[in-house]
Structure formats: C-alpha cells, structure tokens
C-alpha cells in the first residue's frame, strides 16, 4: 500500500497570565495621579490577547456505508477531513484492490478486511472509490470515534491493515509482526504523516507516537500492538 507524506507547519500556543496581591493592611493606599487628557498611562496600556493557531478538531461525522459485487466506482459523499475505511470482502479471491484519486488504500490477493485512512494530506480529497474484486463487499467510513483506542499496557493483536486512535497519555508504542512479507508503520499527527518503519520480514521494536495521533499497522501477516 502506498501513501505520500505532507508536511505541516508547526504549531504555538502562547498563554500569558498574570497576577498581582496587594493586601490592604500593608502601608496606605496612595491615589493614583489623573493621566492628562490625551495620553494614556503605561499601566493602562493593554494588549490584545495571545491568539491560539491550534486546529480544532471537527465535530462528529457520521458513517458512511457502501456495498457492492465485483469491480466498481463508488462516488463518496466524504468531507475534507481525516476519514477511517473499513473494506471488507470475505469472498475475494485473486487481487482485491481501492483506489482514490490520491492513493492506494487495499492491494491484496483473497479474502480481506482492513481499514486505512484517506485524506490525510492537505488539499488531496478523496472523492471516488476504484474497487477491483470479484465478489460481495462492504466499504465503510468512520470518523476516529470508530477505531480501537490504544490504552497504556493493554496489547491489541490482529491481522492484515488496521488503524488505532492513540491518547494523550502515550508516548511509544511496541509493535511485533511475525509471518510477514511486508510491515510498514505510519503515525498521523495533525495534519502530517510519517513512516518509521517500512521493511521486508518480521518486525519487533518500539516506534515513538506522541498522542493524540493515529497509528496505521500494515502487514501480511499478524501483528500486535502495546502502548506506553
């Protein structure tokens, strides 16, 4: 499966406060000379608030579902904004693939369920599916409410392409592939993707993920996940 990077700007929040205590029974309380007209007393002077140039997250999105037989296009209905698909066809034989306008999502040979994301680079939104398969399947997309959520110490293990939502609280997560041609690991943040592994064979190592961010596990064979 293939994808292409993006990159993405960094991203500042500044937050100033300040706080003053002048209790009332130290001293007297001298009153405060009037400021001629016209000029303003330094004191006085405010500056606007430091503005945030964090991206909110979008609201809930709700699913959309598709199911057919055989090769199709499939026109979707998909904003702009990071979506989670589930394509499942348990009948297949021979090569199953997906395609957007931007990338390649499934390319398989017999029976296959698994889920990657679309539009994760800026600007690139999917707006057709290309399916090539010869039997009944489901393509399904989520917003990340849909997905396993990666919780400190609690392994997850499957098969095949999977994607996990993964918390503040997370700071690596260990993953181990056995009976694999291919392991390739993505991590999505904002709006960049990355890809720390991506070699032939099995695969046991720690890859960094600071949450909230998304991992994408792709594989031939089994794989399990462990956050810390």
């Known amino acids: 499966m293939n994808r292409r990077l993006c ?15 002048s209790p009332s029974n130290l001293g007297r309380v001298v009153p405060q000379a009037a400021t001629p007209e016209g000029l303003r007393s330094p004191s006085a002077t405010t500056e606007p608030p430091p503005t945030s140039t964090t991206t909110p997250r979008p609201g809930p999105q709700p699913e959309e579902k598709h199911s057919g037989k055989g090769n199709a296009s499939v026109p979707m209905t998909w904003p702009m904004r990071l979506g989670f698909v589930t394509f499942d066809c348990p009948k297949c034989s021979g090569h199953v693939a997906v395609n957007t306008e931007n990338e390649l999502i ?13 539009n994760d680079m800026p600007d690139h939104q999917a707006k057709t599916f290309t399916i090539k398969a010869n039997a009944a399947w489901t393509l399904t997309i989520t917003d990340e409410s849909g997905l396993p959520v990666l919780e400190p110490g609690k392994p997850l293990s499957g098969k095949s392409e999977a994607v996990f939502a993964v918390p503040d609280a997370v700071s690596s997560v260990a993953v181990t592939t056995k009976n694999s041609g291919r392991t390739a690991v993505w991590v999505h943040s904002d709006d960049y993707s990355e890809l720390p592994v991506n070699q032939l064979g099995d695969y046991k190592g720690s890859v960094p993920v600071s949450g909230p961010a998304y991992l994408s596990v792709e594989g031939d064979g089994t794989w399990t996940v462990t956050a810390s």
Do not use: E, F
Not at 8 to 21: M, N, Y
Not at 107 to 115: E, L, M, Q, R
């Open 7 to 21: 990159a993405a700007s960094a991203v500042v929040v500044l937050t100033v406060g300040l706080t003053a205590c």
């Open 106 to 118: 499934v390319n398989d040979i017999g029976p296959y369920k698994g889920t990657q994301w679309i």
